[in-house]
């Protein structure tokens, strides 16, 4: 049976917003700032090596957390495996179908899935986008074989995924990132990481050697070292800009995908809550009202004020040939410092509990993101540390702190757990950002 997503009702139980999960604590903000489902990976067998990931109790412990909440967990095991990868393969297959709790795998090797297949032949299987999907006969192929869902490659336009689902059982579940980072290499599949570090890309502990300067030297003359000319501030070739579809929510779900995908295991949870806020916010508003529908302004300055790479729409509109996604410059936009996320407030005292990030100063002015809602700029009126006595500021990252936070009226607020709060630009030079 084929049919069009357009065709059937838009509720949220139909368009997933799936978010990444590097860690517990960023499964935990993920599940609080509205995902549906979150993805994540044991400590082999994923394509983040580099991310926290889960040890086999974190994964249990984040999984009966989610389902408590009413959030899927989809498990990675997604590289492309050696043979010497096999040799445990089979018991980490049977942790994450018969005790972690997970809902699905993600693979893109047929050998990890006829594993999966025989080994946990209830737990569903996502092709992960490592398999390059690109067209309705791989996704009836896939299907036949008994997988729920495709994660589409990442070069596949709106207009193919339209002719994809119109050719596709309607019970099969289509999937695409709508955001993050996105690689010079075809689905992900690069070799410069290996070349250059040994580090194996496809093994999950890709170096990022996209990321790099890079010149070029004539064979003749090697110490001769000429620049690729893009700036000043060097050549970087391979760099890609991030995919940011905030905007194009309708065309995504009437093209008929039924799960966006935001890209980020080894950002930080800032990070996994702003992008996770918006994305539900502009889904759940698109299903109540698909034809009133109109995109909020506000998610756009949420998401400039996470680190990122400009933004870009991806291949959803343009094909690789007609433009490479490429980032000409080094530089990330880091607008925002997170300086805190909080803990607790105390309506007694009007003090919020605060676990430091960042440097911050009494008389601050701080942008607030919460879970639920929004609320203006607070000012940091009163400041003290861990143990209530009064200071000017917080030097030193992980500080326990205690604030009084008010509203341009100078009333306290209260600020909900998982509130993060952040300082548009820097006040102390030589002051890093945070991961997040």
């Known amino acids: 049976m084929t049919g069009s997503i357009s065709d059937r009702k838009h509720d949220r139980k139909s368009v997933e917003v799936l978010s990444p999960a590097g860690d517990l604590s960023k499964l935990k903000t993920a599940v609080n700032y509205g995902a549906d489902a979150v993805y994540l990976s044991g400590t082999s067998y994923g ?10 109790e974190e994964m249990k412990e984040g999984i009966s957390y989610a389902h408590a909440h009413g959030v899927k967990c989809y498990v990675t ?18 942790f994450v ?16 899935f006829a594993k999966v297949r025989a080994l946990c032949p209830d737990l569903d299987i996502h092709i992960s986008t490592q398999a390059s999907v690109t067209n309705s006969a791989a996704c009836r192929f896939w299907a036949d074989q008994g997988a729920k869902r495709i994660v589409l490659a990442r070069e596949v336009s709106l207009a193919q995924i339209k002719a994809i689902r119109a050719n596709i059982p309607e019970d099969l579940e289509l999937e695409a990132f709508v955001h993050g980072a996105m690689c010079v290499s075809y689905s992900g599949r690069c070799l410069l990481s290996n070349y250059f570090t040994g580090r194996r890309s496809n093994g999950g502990a890709c170096a990022q050697p996209c990321r790099w300067s890079y010149s070029v030297v004539e064979e003749k003359r090697p110490d001769m070292e000429l620049p690729v000319e893009q700036d000043d501030r060097g050549t970087y070739i391979f760099g890609s800009r991030d995919l940011c579809m905030i905007e194009h929510i ?8 039924n799960s966006l995908k935001i890209e980020g295991r080894i950002k930080g949870e800032y990070y996994a809550a702003a992008t996770t806020k918006v994305y539900r916010e502009a889904v759940d508003a698109y ?17 400039d004020k996470v680190v990122h790479r400009d933004y870009d729409t991806g291949f959803f509109f343009d094909s690789p040939m007609d433009d490479a996604k ?16 909080v803990d607790s407030y105390d309506p007694v005292t009007g003090l919020v ?23 203006g700029p607070v000012k940091v009126a009163e400041l003290y540390d861990s143990s209530l006595k009064a200071i000017d500021n917080a030097p030193h990252p992980g500080m326990t702190l205690f604030i009084k936070a008010v509203d341009d009226s100078g009333n306290a607020v209260d600020l909900p757990p998982m509130t993060f709060l952040s300082r548009d630009g820097d006040k102390d030079n030589g002051i890093k950002p945070c991961s997040d």
């Open 47 to 56: 394509l983040r090596a580099s991310s926290g990931n889960f040890t086999k």
């Open 287 to 303: 299903c109540a009202d698909p034809e009133g529908y109109k995109a909020d302004p506000r998610h756009l300055v949420i998401l």
């Open 250 to 257: 309708p065309e995504l779900i009437e093209a008929g995908v």
């Open 97 to 112: 179908g018969n005790e972690s709790g997970a809902d699905a795998v993600l693979v893109s090797d047929p050998g990890i």
């Open 77 to 94: 095991m997604n590289v492309m495996p050696t043979e010497d990868d096999l040799a445990g393969l089979d018991d980490a297959i049977l």
């Open 353 to 375: 509990k605060v676990t430091q990030k960042n440097k911050l100063y009494k008389g601050d002015m701080l942008n607030v993101l919460m879970p639920e809602g929004y609320m």
């Open 326 to 341: 490429i980032d000409y410059g080094k530089t990330y936009n880091k607008p925002a410092f997170v300086v805190g996320e």
